[in-house]
Every structure is written in C-alpha cells, then in structure tokens.
C-alpha cells in the first residue's frame, strides 16, 4: 500500500508541474505576438529569447510532465482497477482527454510561432490561457467530491468560473487600453 501513494505523490507532482507548463505557455506565446508589434530592433532581441524560453519550458517542462503524470496515473489505475469501474473517473477521465487536446493545439501554436505564423490576437490567447484552468477546476472538484459530486451545480459553477474569468480579462484589458 505505501507503494500506492509514493505512486499517488509522484502523479501529483507531474499533475502539478505540467499544469505549470500550460499556464504559462499561453503567456509566453502572448509576448511573442506583442513583440511582433515592436520596433524591429526590439523585436530582433526578444523574440529570439522569448522563443528559447518557450522551447525549454515547453520540451524540458510540459511534455516530460504530461508524459510522467500519464504514465504514473496508469500505473495507480493498474494498481488499482476498481477505479475504472466508478462513474466520476469516466469523466475524470474525459477531462484528460481534453486537457490533452488542450496540450496538442499548444505544440500547434508553438510550432506555428517558431515558424513565424501568429493566427492569434494576444486577446484571444489570454481567452485560450484559461482553458487549462476551466480542466484543472473541473478535475480537482470531481476527483474531491466523486460521488457526492451533484453534477447540476458543477456544470453551473464552471460556467460560472468561466463567466468570471472572461470578465477578468475584458477588465484587465480596458486597464490596459487606459494607461
């Protein structure tokens, strides 16, 4: 059983490292659509070191994580396969599946940034950052609650959640626009 929750701790902590990756990546991708509308000077010095610090984040961080939080978490799920039968995991695992899809449309806009490609606006980006909140929030209460989970006020709490963090950003960026 101790086995179990050294097990437990590391899939945790790959959780935890690899959602670092994905809320900050957004970020650095935000910084590099700003500095295309900077002074060429400027933009010769940052981007380049923008873009090396995105590659390490996201090569060095973000995917060793995903891959070491994937592959500790089928080793709990072998060690424990009753958890395949409870509802909650179904969905819990619904929400990796898309925290996954969240993860590849990333490396697609990784990709598309290093190739000189910039598709989105930085307020579309700051939009798509909280995407990976909306799966963290939703995954944390599921996996707490399991089956005390009451799946109305759930659903009604994430849209919610969503609500509020649209409104951050849309304040966040009339202060912008203000200074």
């Not at 995903?66 to 929400?95: C, D, G, I, N, R």
């Not at 950052?129 to 994430?158: M, P, R």
């Not at 649209?166 to 304040?171: A, D, E, P, Q, T």
Request: hydrophobic residues 55%; proline residues 3%.
């Amino acid at each position: 059983m101790l086995t179990y929750y050294y097990i437990k701790s590391l899939h945790l902590i790959f959780v935890i490292t690899w959602f670092a990756g994905l809320f900050y990546i957004p970020r650095l991708f935000i910084y590099q659509i700003e500095t295309n509308n900077r002074p060429k000077l400027e933009r010769d010095i940052l981007l380049p070191q923008l873009q090396l610090m995105t590659r390490r984040l996201w090569f060095i961080i973000t995917w060793p994580s995903a891959v070491l939080a994937t592959f500790f978490a089928t080793w709990l799920l072998y060690m424990s396969p009753e958890y395949l039968q409870a509802p909650w995991m179904h969905v819990k695992l619904s929400f990796v599946l898309l925290l996954f899809a969240y993860h590849l449309k990333c490396h697609q806009i990784l990709k598309q940034q290093e190739k000189g490609v910039f598709k989105w606006t930085s307020n579309q980006m700051r939009f798509w950052n909280e995407g990976s909140t909306l799966i963290l929030f939703s995954v944390v209460f599921l996996v707490i609650l399991k089956n005390a989970f009451n799946w109305i006020y759930g659903v009604a709490g994430i849209f919610a959640l969503a609500i509020l963090l649209m409104l951050g950003i849309k304040l966040y960026k009339r202060l912008r626009e203000k200074k």
